[in-house]
């Protein structure tokens, strides 16, 4: 019969020694003395969550500035329309919500995808002849950010890169470094409205490209694409071979002398994954309903593209179902006037900020052609006194209590973006305050050189 004997030898601090000896057959085999776990914590944050990094966030935490106690302070840095009270949402919205609650229908779980009667309205909200859609096309998300994250993760594999515009939204960063995936920045040129350097775009396309994020009209820029541009980039996407995800949030907010084109309209051959959502069009953000839109006709992307957003749709089990509810109600039944009339207090606002701007000595504004925003230069070599954008809007809150977000949290330093969603009366205040800041540290040609030479 087999045998074996463990002696344990251990003491203090050490951790205990086993013994192990075995005796077969009669006779004694020694398998030496092995260190035995002694449990300890050891938890630590995972890889994912190290790589996870937002750089709005970063750049904005290290600003430590207080706002001039004197004057009340001018936020024109968050990009959510609903923060003053003056772009609420439409009545029959809030309508639509409300009845889908009193309802009580909506009170469980819906498939991941979301509601199929959900899906057939947002497909036949957007449908048309040029990039028909059916309800199978369609998944319901947590926002439009979640929509950009899935299609991230259905795209791109770790290892692969992305092609990011820059100036661009930061969460295309923060989501891809947080999944392994590369960060390509293609530029877009201030000096031809913020349109694609289509040069420098195709040039940073290799093997290990996964897909190209356009984003249209854009975050931060304000810039929307003509249809001949838009029909350049997917001519260097068809050439590659290489799919888009279009993140169109802002889609249809364009001021009146311009005109939105979906990408997918113009796309005879390009896969593409479209993003967007209730957020901005309909003045609730924090509603969280966003949707991908898949534009497939030469079936590129196949079931596989299809499936693989059904898998990563049930991580979360799909969007809020009181939202779904409502959501064919919202789509169908909110008048036009609504879009119109929040337009038209963005374009006031817009043609306000530009001409405020434009006429003070040391920036140069970009005027916008929709969504909310507009970016502003920093003529640098004028404020010799500040190292960079950071320091500018830094003493910009501390003098003046005006806060503009620095655009090195969009790759793109030397600017700053405005959010044209706050009342009238606050842009021209915002707008004299940055006056008289420009006009106390601006310096001319010969103010600079003799500042440099002090230095």
Not at 82 to 100: I, S, W, Y
Request: a negative charge; aromatic letters at 8%.
């Amino acid at each position: 019969m087999d045998s074996y004997l463990i002696q344990v030898n251990g003491r203090g601090d050490h951790a205990p020694l086993l013994d192990v000896h075995l005796k077969t057959n009669g006779n004694n085999i020694s398998l030496g003395k092995v260190k035995s776990r002694k449990p300890r914590w050891a938890v630590r944050a995972s890889e994912m969550s190290k790589k996870t990094f937002n750089p709005v966030r970063a750049i904005v935490d290290s600003m430590k500035v207080e706002p001039n106690p004197k004057k009340a302070m001018i936020s024109l840095s968050l990009g959510d329309p609903t923060v003053f009270g003056n772009l609420p949402t439409n009545d029959e919205v809030t309508r639509a919500m409300k009845e889908a609650l009193d309802s009580g229908r909506y009170n469980g779980y819906a498939p991941s995808v979301g509601y199929q009667s959900c899906r057939e309205a947002v497909a036949r909200y957007y449908s048309c002849p040029e990039a028909p859609l059916q309800a199978q096309d369609v998944i319901l998300t947590s926002g439009c950010s979640q929509a950009i994250e899935l299609a991230l993760a259905v795209l791109a594999n770790p290892g692969q890169n992305i092609l990011v515009p820059r100036p661009g939204f930061s969460l295309y960063k923060t989501l891809a470094l947080s999944m392994g995936i590369e960060v390509k920045l293609y530029n877009l040129l201030p000096e031809k409205g913020w349109e694609i350097d289509l040069k420098h775009l195709e040039s940073l396309v290799d093997e290990k490209t996964a897909c190209l994020i356009v984003n249209n009209p854009s975050n931060p820029c304000g810039s929307v694409f003509s249809k001949s541009h838009l029909q350049k980039i997917l001519a260097v996407a068809s050439r590659q071979c290489i799919p888009i995800l279009a993140d169109e949030i802002y889609g249809d907010m364009v001021f009146a002398d311009c005109k939105y084109e979906p990408i997918a309209t113009l796309s005879t051959n390009v896969p593409i994954l479209s993003c967007g959502g209730l957020a901005k069009r309909w003045l609730v953000p924090g509603w969280r309903m966003g949707w991908i839109l898949i534009h497939d006709r030469r079936d590129i992307f196949g079931n596989e593209i299809r499936d693989g957003l059904l898998r990563l749709s049930q991580r979360i089990l799909g969007p809020c179902t009181i939202v779904q509810g409502a959501l064919e109600r919202i789509l169908h039944r909110t008048p036009p006037e609504f879009y119109h009339n929040t337009l038209s207090i963005l374009k006031a606002n817009a043609d306000l900020c530009y001409a405020a701007l434009s006429a003070i000595p040391g920036l140069q504004p970009v005027r916008p052609a929709g969504a909310m925003y507009l970016m502003v230069e920093i003529e640098m070599e004028h404020f010799p006194e500040f190292e960079n954008d950071v320091e500018f809007t830094e003493r910009l809150i501390s003098e003046q209590s005006v806060f503009c977000l620095p655009a090195t949290c969009f790759e793109y330093p030397n600017f700053f973006r405005v959010v044209i969603t706050v009342p009238e009366e606050m842009i021209l205040e915002a707008c004299s305050r940055i006056q008289e800041f420009c006009e106390m540290h601006y310096q001319g040609a010969e103010g600079a050189q003799d500042l440099e030479c002090d230095k």
